[in-house]
């Protein structure tokens, strides 16, 4: 009897593997197989050979030490880039949630609203955000953008005055500038949220109905519902969320950046390796932990 | 007595009616506000390619060009030859896509129903895989496709290894892999989707004898068609806009349409000797338009199906 359970499990292990088999042989072939050689590269001084190809000296940890001893601003732009993700990502998080339970609600020109909230997601591509900044200063209209901008900053309502108003008003500091951070980075958060918004939608629409319908003979209120039903079932969809978020957030950020022109413009690649590799580990780390800390109390089928 | 009930009930009536129209104007103002955000740089580009030359150095002309043309259209039209590129990109991005659904739900699959030793390490490469920038990773693979060489096959029959840069074959290999634009990410989500739906509906094809790839194809995917949307619309958005891979693999800009647009401000003002910086941006931005709107066409239309996708499946009732 026990035998054949066996048999039974190490068949579904079999079969599991020949699911994940292409994901599994691309990984090994592409990642690993390079991240071994980025891991290579970052213990090592790298020279153009003669002839094409590279040369690799092994120096140690040198490149990690310089990084974070010599470097001029190494330390300063790594904390500085996990700083602004733990900001952003709880925002964006809930704002796209907030935001899919909005566009989930039936109403006249859905379809056109879902497409705006997607616009930010298709105009995410290298050549069109450069050109977008190119026209958001010219917004204004040709060059005449220089004295439409005297014109707002002479009527006196900023930020700054708002600012200043709250403070006025005994609003703890903190909260304030967290805030005002917030609203300041709206345009950062709205453009960064569109995937989200989108995985939350079809998380939504994946809730059965009929929990809705019990929920409302049990006579629930709809503050019940969204904690007792549609919350536990989107939970799943908050980790891919975060994760998706905490990823397209470290991509972007100055660190990346920094590894990208170390390794391309100042020709260090071994110095690009190391920085790679510990801003990698770094962000590991915090999904490791928020993804345990959610995990935990997340409500799977099975 | 029954007068007193009655206004009750009426009382109850207006009060939600007043709720629900709060409601809905809080929604309206939410929407709107958010919209301008997201549209307002859309505007002005859109505004922008359609100025004349006049309008651009008009103090006078805000948003509405006094003397509208087309003429941006028309050459940044010839100059991207607009439907072939876009015919052969979209066959590259749907292909790419199609590829990419397939795998990437297999091995979610995979990772949500099967347990197999090592499943927690093997998860944790996938998301390994999601967060190593992939720039990181780039010189390695060039190199891997510069000189392709598989387990030496290549050697063997051709006497030298192949290079198999300049084509879109790379990233149809890496697809095929698993490893392609963003795959981690789909991997991801596909298992996420997966582990929510409930087990029954496997065991009930079991019991009814049902093999595990026709479980798998015919029923686990048709239920997971939220998740197969979703996935294909990035899939397609992000092989569509994607420069990066397109740039290390040094595939022709005749296949790919954003890399084209990147070069068009340049061959603009060599070709057509539109010196002036501020009026070749303007093809750009007609350029840009041309490029966005086939993808929101697309998009829209495939939303359709997202939500009428959604009521056909699940276990509902």
Redesign the interface.
Known sequence: MKKKKMSL?AK?????????M??????I???????I??ANFSLSEISVAVGGGYNTKFVGLQNYLFAFRAHGSFKQVLTTSVGNMLIDVPLITFFSLL?AM?LN?K?KGR?L????????????????TA??E???Q???????AS?AEIASASSGVGMAYYVQMFGNLGIPRNILEYIVAAVER??DI??ASG?QI??FI?AL??I???MYEVAKIEGATAYETFWKVTFP?VM??I??NV??T??DN??ESEI?EM??DT?FNDIN?GLS?AM??VS?AI??AI?VLVCGFIQKRTF??? | MKKVLLSENDRKKIMSAIKNFLLSLFRFIVIVGISYVILSPIIGIVSSSFFSNADVYNPMVYLLPQAPTMERYRLAMTRLDYWRTLGKTMLYSLSLMAVQVVICSMVGYGFARYSFPLKKLLFGCVVVMIVIPTHTIMLPIYVTFAKFDPLGLCTLFTGSSKNLLSSPVPMYIMTALGCGLRSGLYIYIFNQFFRGLPKEIEEAAFVDGASTWYTYFRIMLVNAIPSVITVAIFSMVWQYNDTFYSKLFLIDQKIVISKRIASLQATISNLDKVLDPTISQLYVYAGIVLVILPILIVYVALQKYFIEGVERSGIVG
């Open positions: 499990m579904r292990s079999i079969t599991g593997y020949i699911f994940i292409p994901w599994l042989v691309g990984f072939v592409f990642y690993l197989r390079s991240l050689m980025t935001m909005l609600k109403f379809t609203v879902r497409a705006i909230f997607f616009l930010p997601v298709i105009m995410n591509s290298g050549a069109i050109a977008i190119m026209s958001r010219m917004l204004a209209g040709g060059l005449s004295s709206i345009n709205i453009s995937v989108i995985i079809a629409q994946s059965p109905g009929s079932m799943p969809h980790i891919t994760v998706y905490v990823v470290f991509a990346v590894a990208y390794a690649y390796s790679s590799l990698t962000v590991c999904l799977y089928y099975n």
